[in-house]
């Protein structure tokens, strides 16, 4: 069966501080990755998209950036966070190929930027 | 654009049976899909629909009607465990990316 691992569960971070956190994926193949964020009183907000190594879909603008380096490893990086970073930031993944993509959820990272 | 209205709140009590509502507007469209997600927690997916009509599994059903851009969630027999944030979600024609409402949060009481 397919698992998702996202770390770490909390972050306290000031700004102007950088982020790196990763997610990974056992058991499948090519996953379609993505990151979302969820502020509070907010719905989920998809912030990338990945559909193979190297491959970065952005859609919203922003100080974030995603890297794929392996097949099954997703890392959402800022260099200089801000306030308005704070959030609980969820990765997911898909399967590959056509049809129905329905999305699997990672833990979840809490994201508190002070 | 792109538009998905949820009710922000809804309270029913146990045993009963709860309707919870989306309606889009997107552009593109490969189906809708509805997540569980409880406080603090990452949501868990529930059902999709991709043709007109009703799905069943369990307790919950989920019902779609793409010409008047329409969904909903049927909660039957509530328990107090279905208090949680109800996420309606439409994917894009691509299938790449699920666009999310803000969520209706259901209290359950007793």
């Known amino acids: 069966s397919q698992t998702i691992h996202q770390w770490p569960a909390t972050l306290v971070q000031p700004v102007g501080s950088p982020l790196s956190l990763e997610c990974t994926v056992e058991?499948?193949?090519?996953?379609?990755l993505y990151w979302y964020r969820q502020a509070a009183g907010r719905g989920l907000q998809l912030l990338f998209y990945?559909?193979?190594?190297?491959?970065i879909s952005s859609e919203v603008p922003q100080n974030l950036s995603a890297s794929r380096p392996q097949d099954r490893q997703f890392i959402l990086s800022s260099k200089k966070l801000l306030l308005s970073d704070s959030g609980f930031y969820l990765c997911?993944?898909?399967?590959?190929?056509?049809?129905?993509?329905?999305?699997?959820f990672g833990a979840g990272t809490r994201l508190s930027v002070l | 654009g792109q538009n998905i209205d949820q009710p922000t709140e809804m309270t029913a009590t146990e045993g009963a049976i709860v309707q919870i509502n989306c309606t889009y507007q997107?552009?593109?469209?490969?189906?809708l899909f509805w997540y569980q997600q409880h406080a603090g927690e990452a949501p868990t997916f529930l059902s999709y629909?991709?043709?007109?009509g009703l799905e069943e599994k369990g307790r919950f059903s989920s019902f779609l009607s793409r010409s008047k851009g329409y969904s909903y969630l049927l909660l039957k027999e509530l328990q107090m465990k279905d208090s949680a944030s109800y996420l309606c979600?439409?994917?894009?024609?691509?299938?790449?990316?699920?666009?999310f409402g803000k969520g209706t949060t259901l209290s359950v009481s007793s």
């Open positions: 629909n991709v043709l007109d």
């Open positions: 997107t552009s593109g469209f490969n189906g």
């Open positions: 990945s559909v193979g190594i190297g491959q």
């Open positions: 997911a993944w898909s399967p590959p190929g056509g049809g129905i993509y329905i999305q699997y």
């Open positions: 979600a439409v994917s894009n024609q691509a299938g790449t990316a699920l666009i």
């Open positions: 058991g499948t193949s090519n996953p379609n």
